[in-house]
């Protein structure tokens, strides 16, 4: 069966740093390119970063750009997301997913989502 | 950066219903539109991808259409299933932007 299994979410106080980890099984990890999107409480989704099969293209949106770093480690078919100096507004459910055709066609198979709280 | 703006935010609709819901991006993305469902607590799910192609396993009274910068998702007849929010995401450039969302709920 693919899947995806998120972990690493908490409660973390303004300033801090969490690490977040998807842990991909069920097809070729290292094949496809993989991104974090985000849905703080009662909104809607907003995509964070992408990286491509090879971590040779990596790309933020500007709201974490500088705070959170996306890697992957493809021997152990797991996706990261660094996030350091959160803020309250980094609050959400943050979900991996795997793109289904090279970053042009939407993700196809997604996590069930951790979820981060920055707060004091 | 390229926005997407969904119409309506909200809608009213009874099972059997004919639904459009409506996705218009800031400039042109030719067929690099994408469509989500997504339900209360539960992942999104891929519904559409390249403006109309229908993902695998989803049913065809899904349809999508468009080009450039205006974007249809319709639902030929409203099941009981479909009551979720339905997003449109561009993959033309990053940041690869969702529209703002449309709620299907019940008349």
């Known amino acids: ?120 | 950066d390229i926005q997407l703006t969904q119409s309506p935010s909200f809608l009213s609709a009874s099972v059997g219903d004919r639904v459009t819901i409506t996705c218009r991006a800031s400039q042109g993305i030719s067929s690099y539109l994408a469509w989500y469902q997504q339900k209360p607590g539960k992942a999104p799910k891929l519904l559409i991808y390249a403006a109309s192609t229908l993902q695998s396993g989803v049913p065809s009274r899904f349809s999508g259409s468009g080009s450039g910068t205006e974007f249809t998702l319709t639902i030929s007849s409203l099941q009981p299933e479909d009551f979720a929010t339905y997003y449109c995401q561009q993959l033309n450039s990053y940041p690869g932007a969702f529209g703002q969302g449309t709620k299907v709920e019940i008349k």
Do not use: H
Not at chain 1, 17 to 31: D, I, N, Q, Y
Not at chain 1, 56 to 67: E, F, L, M, N, T
Not at chain 1, 91 to 96: D, K, P, Q, S
Not at chain 1, 105 to 115: E, F
């Open chain 1, 1 to 120: 069966e693919v899947q995806l299994v998120e972990s690493g979410g908490g409660l973390v106080k303004p300033g801090g740093s969490l690490r977040l980890s998807c842990a991909a099984s069920g097809f070729t990890f290292s094949s496809y390119s993989m991104n974090w999107v985000r849905q703080a409480p009662g909104k809607g989704l907003e995509w964070v970063s992408s990286i491509s099969s090879s971590s040779s293209y990596i790309y933020y949106a500007d709201s974490v750009k500088g705070r959170f770093t996306i890697s992957r480690d493809n021997a152990k078919n797991s996706l990261y997301l660094q996030m350091n100096s959160l803020r309250a507004e980094d609050t959400a459910v943050y979900y991996c997913a795997r793109d289904l055709i090279a970053a042009v066609a939407g993700m196809d198979v997604w996590g069930q989502g951790t979820t981060v709280t920055v707060s004091s």
